[in-house]
Structure formats: structure tokens, C-alpha cells
Nanobody
Framework: QVQLVESGGGLVQAGDSLRLSCAAS????????MGWFRQAPGKEREFVAGVSKSGGSTYYGDSVKGRFTISRDNAKNTVYLQMNSLEPEDTAVYYC?????????????????WGQGTQVTVSS
């Protein structure tokens, strides 16, 4: 069992930065890939970024490439999402998730555990 708790969301202006954190409990953290997803009202949950179990490989959704950076600290059981140059279109609830594998999947169903989500709102 893995429990995930996100933090760091908030209300910012366009062009600002935020860093989300996701603290994980459980012994399996370093053996699975981690991902960030987001869901805006009326839209499907969207893959934002993922990092492999070692942190050596990262993947990003097209809409955030070049602006967001995912990283992890296995010693702290924590995964981060650094979000720069935020846009109003980035407004959503952001979810941290633990994959079923060590490599990074991009589909919702390939993730076994989810956090409760943290709201990010970007005003224009």
C-alpha cells in the first residue's frame, strides 16, 4: 500500500512559478515510476509528467514540455513538479500517482495509487 499526499498548489498569476511536492509512504516508492496528472473541470484526467524509478528518465505531456520539470528524491520518498511560465490553461487539480511499473506509463489505468489532489489556479 502506498499513500500519497500532494502539497504546493495555490493561486498565481500568468508567468509565475509553483513547485508541487508529493510525499509518499510505503517501502515500494523507489521501485516504481511516479507521475503527475491534472484534471480541469469538464475534462479528462491528463498526463503531465512522469519519472522512472531511478529518476534517470523523464517524460512530459506536449502542453508542458519546456516549462515543467519532474524530479524525485528517493531518500525522502518525495516527487516534485516544478512549474514555470504558468498559463491560465494550466489551471486544474494536480494529482500525484504511483505507477505499477518502474518505467513511466502515460495512461491513467497504469497507475495504482493516487493522491487527493492539489488545486492550481493561474489567473490571466
Amino acid at each position: 500500500q502506498v499513500q500519497l499526499v500532494e502539497s504546493g498548489g495555490g493561486l498565481v498569476q500568468a508567468g509565475d512559478s509553483l513547485r508541487l511536492s508529493c510525499a509518499a509512504s510505503g517501502r515500494t516508492f523507489s521501485s516504481v515510476a511516479m507521475g503527475w496528472f491534472r484534471q480541469a473541470p469538464g475534462k479528462e484526467r491528463e498526463f503531465v509528467a512522469g519519472v522512472s524509478k531511478s529518476g534517470g528518465s523523464t517524460y512530459y505531456g506536449d502542453s508542458v514540455k519546456g516549462r515543467f520539470t519532474i524530479s524525485r528524491d528517493n531518500a525522502k520518498n518525495t516527487v516534485y513538479l516544478q512549474m514555470n511560465s504558468l498559463e491560465p490553461e494550466d489551471t486544474a487539480v494536480y494529482y500525484c500517482a504511483a505507477a505499477r511499473t518502474g518505467w513511466v506509463p502515460t495512461l491513467v489505468n497504469d497507475y495504482a495509487y493516487w493522491g487527493q489532489g492539489t488545486q492550481v489556479t493561474v489567473s490571466s
